[in-house]
């Protein structure tokens, strides 16, 4: 009962016109900053920490949320109209979103984005509510060793990620793991593959890679395809499809567990929770082949994955003073800026904050149905401008993006290097998803990789004998073996076995 009356405390603390028009606006710049390719939530929070700083704290730090919320739910604007995802997070969504796109759907797929990214903002939410205690508790078990097979069975499912050729999304989860090792590295800060290049020390950025793996492989497919580009059809309705929840409640709550989940791993980012739900829905769905080619599944696990993981992410952070990510470690900084320390003490020093941010992120999630109801049918106007002129503009915010993150000339070269590679392999039937996938999770497999050998003095048991890291290894390696032919089939033939067992089990019974 207390925990209630905090709660509707909190509530009424943001029933104000001027805090809810604060958070409208919070929630309208992060969505705008997230339709412009590479310009990330981390960037938008960045830039409204310095514009906030004279702001009451809760109004502040709800401009944050908001814009943080509002940032990751645009990106997959450019992601649906333009095969372009707006943030890291929104790269699952390209596939589906725009296959759904090019068959006149816009309006439908962003109606399903639009759902997916309120119903699991609002499971988050509760998670972050009620289960922060519990949750936090979990991610204290993680170590070095369970890090390192997490982040190698993230790489292992690029393989199911693209068609029907594991090998190559194998191949571009190497090659991302590779340019991910590219730079100091985390222990020692020893440059490795450098070169002698000294811009190649800090290594390759996320954003700009992403961005010219995505943005320029685009413009310049695009631009090489003499037909030009099907101008969508307006006919359908972007209101959110809420039928569509119903009908694929299991994809929702899974994704949004999966999510959530991520988001408490300090370090594996939104993206990561997207990519795993997307991988997780494809292996369940009884569609698989429509993966890639419009599938509503998949667009809705993708978007309610890397949703969910938002709160999934703020509760490290306050609970532990570990963010769980890039924007989360910058709202974390806004909100010590603001007079509050998250981390163990947070319950002592303010024992009703969690439930402020609570209200804070649900505010978030109303906020961005609102701009998906009323305010995504003029974007898709874009459309319709013709590709000697859109794509021009989009490079020109693909360079612009790429080089706000850092303010570093060398990120452009990096994202014209990446995106002209990227357009090669695209003409070889290559998808860029794992490649995104292997730069993702690099960092974290090898930090995670090197940790764990100091802590073990060079000794590979513990990888395998502790029981979460053993768990782990597990299912990793049975991933891997499920692609190699006599195993993929005994698996088949236990599986048809159990289930002509359960059959006769139930005939006997009938």
């Not at 409208?24 to 992060?30: E, K, M, N, R």
Request: glycine share 12%; aromatic share 10%; with cysteine.
């Amino acid at each position: 009962m207390e925990g209630l009356r905090d709660m509707g405390q909190a509530w009424l603390s943001f029933m104000d016109p001027m805090t809810l028009l604060y958070g409208l606006g919070g929630a309208f710049v992060g969505i705008v900053m997230g339709i412009l390719p590479g310009l990330s939530a981390t960037l938008a929070i960045a830039l409204l920490t310095t514009l906030t700083i004279k702001l009451p704290q809760n109004q502040a730090i709800l401009v944050l949320i908001c814009s943080y919320v509002g940032a990751l739910y645009g990106g997959s604007r450019t992601a649906i109209l333009l095969n372009i995802p707006g943030t890291a997070a929104n790269a699952a969504s390209c596939a589906d979103g725009y296959a759904l796109a090019q068959q006149g759907k816009a309006g439908y797929a962003i109606g399903i984005a639009t759902s997916g990214a309120f119903v699991s903002t609002l499971l988050g939410v509760l998670c972050l509510a009620l289960f922060t205690p519990l949750l936090a508790e979990v991610a204290l078990q993680f170590g070095a060793f369970e890090f390192f097979w997490l982040a190698l069975f993230g790489v292992t499912m690029s393989g199911s990620i693209v068609g029907k050729d594991p090998l190559k999304g194998w191949l571009m989860g190497l090659l991302g793991l590779a340019i991910a090792q590219v730079g100091q590295e985390g222990l020692y800060a020893y440059d490795r593959f450098t070169f002698g290049w000294d811009e190649l020390a800090g290594g390759i950025s996320l954003i700009p890679a992403l961005v010219g793996a995505f943005g320029l492989a685009e413009v310049l497919t695009t631009l090489s395809d003499p037909i030009e580009r099907k101008i969508m059809e307006m006919r359908d309705s972007v209101l959110p499809r809420w039928k569509e929840i119903i009908v694929y409640k299991w994809t929702v709550l899974r994704s949004g567990i999966i999510g959530v989940l991520t988001g408490l791993l300090p370090g594996v980012g939104e993206d990561a929770g997207a990519w795993m739900s997307y991988a997780a829905a494809k292996s369940l769905s009884k569609e698989p082949e429509m993966f890639g080619k419009g599938s509503i599944d998949g667009l809705m696990a993708a978007e309610t994955g890397d949703m969910s993981s938002i709160p999934g992410h703020i509760i490290p952070s306050l609970a532990l003073g570990i963010p769980g990510s890039a924007p989360s470690a910058v709202l974390m900084a806004a909100m010590i800026i603001h007079g509050v320390q998250p981390g163990p003490m947070l319950m002592i020093q303010h024992p009703h904050f969690i439930y402020e941010v609570v209200a804070m992120t649900t505010l978030a999630s109303i906020t961005i149905l609102l701009f998906g109801l009323f305010g995504v049918r003029p974007l898709l106007h874009v459309l319709k401008v013709p590709r000697a002129i859109l794509m021009p503009i989009v490079f020109l915010l693909c360079t612009v993006g790429a080089f706000a993150t850092a303010s570093r000339l060398f990120d452009i070269y990096a994202m014209l290097a990446i995106g002209i590679g990227a357009y090669f392999l695209r003409k070889r039937g290559y998808e860029m998803a794992p490649l995104v996938l292997g730069l993702v999770l690099g960092p974290l497999l090898d930090k995670s990789l090197r940790r764990g050998l100091v802590l073990s003095d060079g000794q590979i048991e513990p990888f395998f004998t502790r029981p979460i890291a053993m768990a782990f290894a597990a299912v990793t390696i049975f991933t891997i073996l499920l692609y190699v032919p006599p195993f993929k089939r005994a698996v088949k033939r236990v599986q048809a076995g159990i289930g002509s067992g359960v059959r006769s089990l139930f005939a006997r019974r009938a």
